[in-house]
């Protein structure tokens, strides 16, 4: 658990993956585009003496992403956002079933999210059923920039789209995740525009909309949407790296989402293993505003701010009792293995 001048902040970590982009399964041009531009991101937002070399980048595996995430990296928790580019990648570049094999080792830590894709029809809607029942998913990642045959992406205000969308609601997938906003070499950017997800969430008010990445470089379309509509949320992955690199970029986004969108509609993710949270937590709870950027904004990024961020907004999302888990982290696998039960033992006393 991560301790912040002297208190305790429970951490979900809202977007984490696990990978395969090794050369063996890459299928397509586009998985080796794919892996080099996030590389990029990588390389571009790290300190350079946290940077992975590219043998590491392409598949990290389970054991260093336990390690970086529960023992060096301050998580308690970490919810598996799938990427499946089938067309790229021969096995996908990282699914839900995939995900399973480490998230039911833990299942304490894990939440297990699935995925949709509306050009699959019948098919699709049988595999989002089978993933219900196999792992009683509560959340879908989407994305709608994945090429699939001569497509180049799909709208999530479509017919199309809303059949799954009615299919989710049905089955009690309350949190729909939707890649927007930074695109990804050789995906299309218009394709990762944020302005589909307004009418799905009108159309569907019973549904979570985290819109991930919060539209960046869109944030104002986003920021506009999502003060319309209470049931859209912003995923801070690619915007809490600015934190690090861009202070000032990192305080004018957060001015504009905590004025526009909310302290309660905001979640924190680290993109794992795109950005490790080791070093990008202390990053984010750092972070303060100037006065001149108070007297702008009208909002504080308070300590009672960062932990709504950093968990208690995605507990509420994911039904999470944060109490229940830290009396539940004093001993369980995670734990024990690396010897956190006495950070859980405090907070619980606490």
């Known amino acids: 658990m991560y301790t912040h001048n002297g208190e305790d902040v429970f951490v979900i970590d809202g977007h984490i993956h696990l990978w395969d982009a090794t050369k063996e399964n890459i299928i397509h041009e586009g998985g080796e585009q794919f892996i080099q531009c996030f590389y990029d991101y990588h390389t571009g937002f790290t300190p350079e003496e946290e940077q992975w070399d590219m043998d590491t980048y392409r598949h990290y595996g389970t054991e260093r992403m336990v390690q970086d995430l529960f023992r060096d990296g301050h998580v308690d928790m970490g919810i598996f956002q799938p990427t499946y580019l089938t067309d790229f990648y021969d096995e996908g570049f990282n699914t839900t079933d995939?995900?399973?094999?480490?998230?039911?080792?833990?299942?304490?830590?894990?939440?297990?999210?699935?995925?949709?894709?509306?050009?699959?029809?019948?098919?699709?809607?049988?595999?989002?059923?089978?993933?219900?029942?196999?792992?009683?998913?509560?959340?879908?990642?989407?994305?709608?920039?994945?090429?699939?045959?001569?497509?180049?992406?799909?709208?999530?205000?479509?017919?199309?789209?809303?059949?799954?969308?009615?299919?989710?609601?049905?089955?009690?997938?309350?949190?729909?995740?939707?890649?927007?906003?930074?695109?990804?070499?050789?995906?299309?950017?218009?394709?990762?525009?944020?302005?589909?997800?307004d009418d799905a969430a009108t159309s569907f008010p019973d549904l979570n909309f985290i819109v991930e990445h919060v539209g960046f470089p869109r944030v104002d379309d986003f920021c506009h949407i999502a003060t319309q509509e209470t049931n859209v949320y912003g995923g801070l992955a690619v915007a809490a790296p600015f934190a690090q690199n861009r202070p000032r970029k990192f305080a004018e986004m957060m001015g504009e989402l905590l004025f526009w969108v909310g302290e309660d509609n905001l979640l924190f993710g680290s993109d794992y293993g795109i950005w490790e949270p080791d070093w990008l937590i202390p990053a984010v709870m750092d972070a303060e505003f100037t006065q001149e950027e108070r007297a702008e904004y009208g909002v504080e990024l308070s300590p009672e701010v960062k932990r709504k961020i950093m968990g208690e907004n995605a507990a509420r999302l994911y039904d999470i009792d944060i109490e229940a888990k830290k009396e539940q982290f004093r001993d369980d696998a995670i734990s024990q293995e690396f010897g956190l039960g006495d950070t859980y033992e405090e907070a619980s006393a606490d």
Do not use: M
């Open 98 to 197: 995939q995900n399973a094999e480490l998230a039911e080792q833990y299942p304490e830590r894990f939440v297990l999210n699935g995925s949709f894709d509306p050009r699959d029809g019948d098919e699709g809607i049988e595999h989002l059923e089978r993933l219900k029942d196999d792992y009683d998913i509560q959340g879908v990642k989407l994305y709608t920039a994945e090429w699939r045959g001569d497509s180049k992406g799909w709208r999530l205000d479509s017919d199309e789209a809303f059949r799954f969308l009615e299919k989710c609601a049905e089955l009690g997938i309350e949190n729909i995740h939707a890649h927007k906003g930074p695109t990804i070499r050789p995906l299309n950017r218009d394709a990762f525009d944020v302005r589909d997800v």
